[in-house]
């Protein structure tokens, strides 16, 4: 029996990869989303701000889905007065209706919706002694089962319209505990972002006969307003250093999220992502 990988099979295969290159799109039209709509939960501000930028300067039309309705509302006419075309819909994730009329707005605005990025979170520091059932319900809620519903609800969209879409979950790097010292802190947060990385591999693997793209992604720290705004309370002691890497700017990481939104990853379902400055590998600023 002829080895499968002799010389003579060898030279046979000269001229392939040429072919395939010569075969493939190119690099522009894989990360061109004209045409595309999509909602980005979270979408006014920080992270999701950079995203739908990043989604609008490559042709698509977004809506924005926040509580937030001062920098939703100022996201909007930012990215329309540079020529986009995003609209705002208030909507609190734990509520399922509320979820479903965000839903309901984009697509009677753009027809369909071909892209959901889950970014809504809430991050409550605690002490595991002193945590509160109302702090898991909260973080539970909005960050995991807000998702997944959310998620739920535009797949049977794109399933319905036979749209091959891509649905992208922001986790935490508070998955790992060596990228923060706040791990200790936030059980319920990272118990919340556990959750939807499972969640999110499981609906990839259900969504994948129907080429929708599922993937997540692991940010690190980031200089954003929702950073800024989270609360340490008193019983939770200060960093004290050396901390994890942090970006000044979201962007850095908005680029991987807005990526795994094009075709770019067409065969990257299911995968987690982790953009966060080498934090878990245990790196740390001086």
Same mark, same amino acid.
């Given at each position: ?142 960050? #995991? ?7 739920? #609800? ?44 499972? #969640? ?87």
């Amino acid at each position: 029996m002829e080895p499968v990988y002799s010389l003579e099979r060898f030279g046979q295969m000269r001229g392939l990869d040429a072919e395939i290159a010569d075969s493939n799109p190119p690099f522009a039209s894989l990360v061109d989303l004209t045409g595309q709509a999509a909602i980005v939960t979270g979408g006014g501000r920080g992270l999701g701000f950079q995203v739908v930028n990043r989604l609008v300067e490559a042709g698509a039309k977004v809506l924005i889905a926040d509580v937030a309705t001062d920098f939703a509302e100022d996201a909007v006419a930012y990215f329309n007065g540079k020529g986009g075309t995003v609209e705002y819909a208030p909507c609190d994730v734990r509520d399922l209706g509320q979820i479903q009329a965000a839903l309901d707005q984009a697509v009677a605005a753009f027809g369909q919706v071909d892209i959901l990025v889950n970014i809504a979170a809430v991050l409550d520091m605690s002490v595991f002694t002193t945590m509160t059932e109302a702090m898991w319900d909260r973080s539970m809620d909005i960050n #995991a089962k807000g998702a997944v519903f959310f998620a739920q #609800a535009v797949a049977n969209q794109m399933i319905e319209r036979g749209i091959k879409g891509r649905i992208v979950n922001v986790l935490s790097h508070a998955l790992n505990p060596a990228s923060t010292f706040y791990y200790t802190y936030q059980l319920q947060y990272s118990a919340s972002k556990a959750a939807l990385r499972q #969640a999110t591999e499981v609906m990839a693997r259900f969504l994948q006969p129907h080429g929708i793209v599922a993937t997540c992604v692991i940010p690190g720290s980031m200089r954003s307003a929702g950073a800024f705004l989270t609360q340490r309370p008193e019983e939770v002691p200060m960093d004290p250093g050396p901390r994890a890497p942090m970006t000044m700017n979201p962007d850095e990481v908005a680029r991987m999220v807005f990526a795994l939104c094009t075709d770019l990853a067409v065969f990257a379902n299911g995968s987690v992502v982790t953009c966060d400055g080498g934090a878990s590998l245990g790196a740390r600023d001086e």
